[in-house]
């Protein structure tokens, strides 16, 4: 479940980042020392880092459990993506690691619209997910205790910062020194 954490707390964090990021590219807000541009090419390249995470660590996990001799943990392993609920581990993959890996076309990282698209997906994911899992695994709704804390909700947007902090100074030091270049030529 740890491994998890650090690709899930980014997938979070964006899901208010990206609108918050969509309305201030929307309405042209200026923040002085905050270049949009960069912060829009750090965000994908954020959901980039997110969706390779969301694939290395689940293999690994999947080898580790396959390999493991342990029987019961073969068949968690086979069961997962083939057994009745198969398709949602499909869905995650599709909306975690394959829609991501759009990011790598340049023309996709520099678009706000492409984490749109990203975010679209992962919001219909996790509205499939609660929607049929509510009519397809039988459970009582009304025994439902939330199992995240205020604590919780601020270590997930530690995680997501020191990920998206530092690729944003990257990109915006690249950004700063191939504006000097251009200006001595």
Known sequence: MLPELIPDSIFFCLQFFIPLLLVMNAARVEVPFLNIKALIVATNVTVLIAGLLAFFIPVIQLLVDYFGGIEYEQYSVINRY????????????????????????????????????????????????????????????????????????AGEAIIFLMVIVPVYLLISLNVKRNHFKKLKH
Request: hydrophobic share 55%.
């Open 82 to 153: 083939i057994g009745p609920l198969g398709m949602f581990a499909w869905l995650g993959l599709l909306t975690q690691v394959v829609l991501p890996q759009m990011m790598w076309n340049k023309s996709f990282r520099r678009s706000i619209v492409s984490a749109c698209v990203w975010l679209m997906a992962y919001w219909a994911f996790k509205l499939v997910n609660v929607f049929l899992l509510k009519y397809v695994v039988a459970s009582s709704w009304a025994t439902f205790t939330p199992d995240k804390h205020l604590v919780d909700y």
